[in-house]
């Protein structure tokens, strides 16, 4: 009973010190490399609704154009549409065609990485301004001290 005690409370502990970590610092690399592998997911995201906009479009054609037997075979399902207020008066409303816009295509993946600035121009170790006053204003020893006659 005091092993299962002594582990459970030393796995709370532990399980408490994990979580008050910080997050690790990533060097300049490490970033590059994230940075990168987002843009490089982002692009994929872009190719991936391309090709799904035109095997849609595929579909669309050929149960439109070319394949005639299929079109007819498909019966449309009955819904039923709570008229709009309008209707409801007695005045014939024209639903709006949805516009769906047309397939783009992302291109060739392409990264361009943020130039970075050189140490020297970031500002990290520029010198001090020029100094407008001394660096002190206590007298110097020769006015402290009168001048001795030999």
Known sequence: MKKILTITLVAAVCGAALAKLPTPVLDDAAKAKAAEAAAKTAWQAKVDAY???KAQDKVV?????GNKVAAKDV???ATTVKPPAAAASGTPVAAAAPTIPPCSDPGPFAYAPPEQKPLETSGAHSPASNATSPP???ATSADMAPAQKK
């Open 51 to 53: 090709q799904l906009c």
């Open 75 to 77: 019966k449309p399902v």
């Open 61 to 65: 054609a050929s149960l439109k154009g």
């Open 136 to 138: 002190s204003n206590k």
